[in-house]
């Protein structure tokens, strides 16, 4: 998995495949807070995020565009995981 930044809030999340699948994730600051606590790392939280979504479903079923609150409309267990997982 490659994370790369792209602005202050989008970033770029390639999954290796088969197939290779390129994600764009918006992460607005307040979102990773609530997730993370303050001064959040967002490429971490990415990753845990892709984690828990690869663990769910094939890296072709992930959304190529999507602001990371969306994973919690599918997944309600999402937050709860992330800041158990992640919290500081």
Sequence with gaps: MK?????QELWEV???GPPTTTH???VPSAI????????????RL????FE??????PNTS??????LSVIGHYFPEYSATMQARLRK
């Excluded at 994370?3 to 602005?7: F, T, W």
């Excluded at 990773?32 to 490429?43: F, Q, R, S, Y």
């Design 32 to 43: 990773a807070e609530k997730l993370v606590g303050p001064n959040p790392d967002i490429a």
């Design 14 to 16: 390639t999954v290796d």
């Design 3 to 7: 994370i790369r930044q792209l602005d």
């Design 46 to 49: 990415l990753e845990a995020s």
């Design 62 to 67: 992930i959304l190529r565009q999507f602001e």
């Design 52 to 57: 828990f979504l690869l663990a769910r479903e």
């Design 24 to 26: 764009r994730v918006t």
